[in-house]
């Protein structure tokens, strides 16, 4: 039986496992007319190109697996890149597939003809144009093959419009390999356990790719069976939860007072798939003095591309891990006794913090806002984050804490909106899960327009909008520098509920403290309701203290 190429890319979609493609057709007779016949990949509707790919983000964050959109040639392939970008950033497996314009046709010139394979490359992992229609199943599997192997990201796919239409005897779809991981060498690894044997004072410091690696039942012996306190980093956030009595929060620009203790009193810093980026380590200052360095990543060009290891390994988190805690010697006494320790200050630490957090204030906190939120719908919600000064609260454990698996960051880039149009993505793919987007009002009016879209698909996702009429962080160093206050201040700005009613979602405006909690319960009830909720909260501009220390040491004002 003759088949054209989109049907070709929707049965390998179907063979791959793929449960939703994000986006929104250009030419109907492409891919979503193929889709039309599809029993198992859902179509969702996004309303512009960027959010689909955002989306798409987030689904495959949530699911382990490797995230599917499309956007139409031209100006729906542009409005990708920004996307794109962010899955390049927060090496997010991503399969990306557009059209390009009939060879018939191509440079005389044609209606929204561009080079997007040029303006894909720099920032993807591999592009490809498919050169005929017989060619479709290998570029379909070497592209899923490329995008989850080795430190994952984004591929681009297109094929021109002419020849994705031409019937062929094209042959069957075989799904792509998944080849184990590889496991670390033996002579590495047996330095790297008498590193921390040796070891009093270890410290983990969590990144992006052992969420990407699923080591979360590793990370978590390593702290409970080897007593190694554990930090992450932004996008390493969830492979560990946090209610661990050794899981100190975050790195760098996101320390709180116990991990930052912790952290560089260490004599042993062992890196876990971090490329150790600038937030994460206070702009490369915070090497703790006093600390050997071992850094594991799948990815040998993250291996010393800053700080220079002592020890450094080229392989898998997770297969790692698990050979260095069987190899390992069980904890010292004085590691067990320190373990203690940290224990008992973290909980004094979060009786500090519940307290601050139940004290009465004119004006409603972020911090309470979270607090709160947390209390009435459980603390095993995946968290959204999005980028902004308010927001940056939830990036603070113990303000928010996040179980294992539980929170979708952005990557290095922090593309604003791309949380708001990512909760999408990751309520499809996690709906017994409460999920929830914390986000300031500057992100929030990026991407505004995908609440309508969680309505349409009954998506049960809270947007905590925290207002405080601004874009703050540029706010914040505008009065550092002098009070030049200029195009961060918003004078005129929707009303967010309303929006939100007129979307299908159920919205509430919150200004003082006692219309908090109501506000939340009712925001719960929608959700339960498979509705969207979206609470406009009003929020004063205090900042956690570690911004302001990071800021202080290493962005003093001159």
């Known amino acids: 039986m003759e088949k054209n190429s989109w049907q070709v890319i929707v049965e390998a979609l179907e063979a791959e496992g793929v449960r939703c493609v994000f986006g929104m057709p250009g030419n109907p007779r492409l891919l979503y007319d193929a889709l039309y016949d599809s029993r198992s990949v859902k179509a969702i509707h996004a309303r512009e190109q960027s959010s689909g790919v955002f989306m798409a983000i987030g689904h495959a964050r949530a699911t382990g697996g490797v995230g599917v959109c499309f956007g139409s040639t031209g100006p729906g392939f542009t409005n990708m890149l920004s996307g794109i970008l962010e899955a390049q950033a927060a090496s997010t497996p991503l399969v990306v597939l557009s059209a390009s314009v009939s060879t018939t046709h191509e440079g005389l010139p044609a209606f929204q003809e561009t080079d997007q394979l040029a303006m894909a490359r720099p920032v993807t992992k591999w592009s490809y144009r498919i050169p005929s229609p017989e060619r479709t199943p290998w570029a379909i599997r070497r592209a899923f093959q490329i995008a989850r192997s080795g430190c994952p990201g984004p591929v681009y796919v297109e094929i021109p419009t002419d020849l994705s239409l031409q019937p062929r005897a094209i042959s069957a779809y075989t799904p792509s390999v998944r080849p184990a991981p590889p496991r670390p060498d033996a002579a590495a690894l047996e330095q790297l356990v008498d590193l921390l044997n040796q070891a009093e004072r270890p410290v983990a410091v969590a990144g992006g790719g052992t969420v990407w690696a699923g080591a979360f039942g590793e990370v978590m012996r ?305 959700n339960e309701q498979a509705r969207p909720a979206v609470l406009d909260i009003t929020v004063d501009d205090e900042l956690p203290q570690g911004f302001e220390q990071y800021h202080k040491e290493l962005l003093p004002v001159k």
């Open 222 to 526: 390593l702290a409970d069976e080897l007593k190694v306190p554990v930090l992450t980093t932004a996008s390493g956030r969830g492979s560990i939860d946090e209610r661990n009595p050794l899981s100190l929060g975050l790195t760098g620009l996101y320390f709180t007072r116990v991990g930052r203790e912790v952290y560089f009193d260490a004599d042993l810093l062992l890196i876990l798939g971090s490329r150790n980026d600038q937030f994460e380590t206070g702009m490369w200052h915070y090497r703790p003095a006093n600390a050997k360095i071992a850094q594991i990543d799948i990815d040998a060009e993250a291996i010393g591309r800053n700080w220079i290891p002592d020890q450094g390994i080229v392989a898998d988190v997770r297969s790692s891990l698990g050979d260095l805690i069987a190899a390992a010697d069980p904890p010292s006494s004085l590691r067990v006794e320190r373990a203690e320790r940290i224990a008992a200050q973290k909980s004094a630490y979060l009786a500090e913090i519940a307290e601050e957090c139940a004290n009465s204030y004119p004006h409603v906190k972020t911090k309470v806002v979270l607090n709160a939120y947390q209390r009435i719908f459980g603390r095993d919600s995946v968290l959204v984050n999005e980028n902004g000064s308010q927001d940056l609260w939830s990036y603070y454990a113990p303000y928010f804490t996040v179980p294992a698996r539980g929170c979708v960051p952005p990557g290095a880039q922090t593309c604003m909106g791309a949380g708001v149009s990512g909760a999408v993505g990751v309520k499809l793919a996690r709906p017994e899960s409460a999920v929830v987007c914390v986000t300031g009002d500057g992100a929030f009016q990026m991407h505004m327009r995908e609440i309508a879209t969680a309505a349409q698909y009954k998506l049960g996702i809270t947007y905590l909008v925290l207002n405080n009429r601004a874009l703050g962080w540029i706010r914040f160093h505008q009065r550092r520098g002098g009070a030049r206050y200029i195009a961060t201040e918003f004078d005129v700005q929707a009303d967010f509920a309303t929006v939100a009613s007129a979307s299908g979602c159920f919205g509430a405006t919150v200004h003082r403290p006692e219309e908090l909690e109501p506000a939340l319960e009712q925001a719960r009830a929608a």
